[in-house]
């Protein structure tokens, strides 16, 4: 079973300056990586499919990257609404399992 | 738009079942694969099932194999998720989700609002 770490566990960044999450897996999972933001009490929302393709609605100030192991999330200038656990997902080939980061949780510094 | 909207969670004795439904709108149930993700208290995202969009390909977690089983009528526009042998581990809100397109395996786009399962005696 692939295992997807995301580091850090807790980012704390101000309003306005660039966020870097991580999320690793533990073999290659190609480019089938997503990434999703989850505010409390809310579902997951998409925001990056296939490592760097934005999801429909989502601000350009979201971009993913990466492929293999390593992926990255980028917020280039944190907004306030953008405050929230992010989560990583990976998809095998076959069977076609599925599995998600421990998630980062973006606070206000 | 498109909606989906869990129903028949609640409080569950360990060992008992439970079967949660998802009803969706606002597009062609029978074109899309559908997911079924949990997420326990205070914890992470953790993927359940799939269902492929005309039921002939189903798989699941090593953690539910064999204990749930998920399924769809699309003549309903619903997919189900019996769960039996519930465990207290199996403790959590569980949201259906589809995928953004047929060619876009696991890529969740659209996500219900949850409905929680409790297991405790």
Request: charged share 15%.
């Amino acid at each position: 079973e692939i295992v997807m770490t995301q580091s850090p566990a807790t980012l704390s960044v101000s309003p306005g300056e660039r966020a870097t999450l991580s999320c690793r897996a533990s073999q290659s999972v190609s480019s089938n990586l997503a990434w999703y933001q989850q505010k409390p009490g809310q579902a997951p929302r998409l925001l990056i499919y296939g490592a760097s393709t934005r999801a429909t609605g989502i601000p350009a100030r979201f971009s993913g990257s990466g492929s293999g192991t390593e992926f990255t999330l980028t917020i280039s200038s944190l907004q306030s609404e953008d405050f929230a656990v992010y989560s990583c997902q990976q998809h095998d080939n076959w069977p076609p399992k599925v599995t998600f980061g421990g998630g980062t949780k973006v606070e206000i510094k | 738009q498109v909606q989906l909207v869990e129903s028949g969670g609640g409080v569950v004795q360990p060992g008992r079942s439970l079967r949660l439904s998802c009803v969706v709108s606002g597009f062609t149930f029978s074109s899309y694969g559908m997911h079924w993700v949990r997420q326990a208290p205070g914890k992470g995202l953790e993927w359940v099932a799939v269902i492929w969009y005309d039921g002939t390909n189903k798989y699941y977690a090593d953690s539910v194999k064999g204990r749930f089983t998920i399924s769809r009528d699309n003549s309903k526009n619903t997919l189900s998720l019996q769960m039996n042998s519930l465990r207290v581990e199996d403790t959590a809100v569980y949201y259906c989700a589809r995928e953004i397109g047929r060619s876009n395996y696991a890529d969740l786009g659209y996500w219900g609002q949850g409905t929680l399962v409790t297991v405790s005696s």
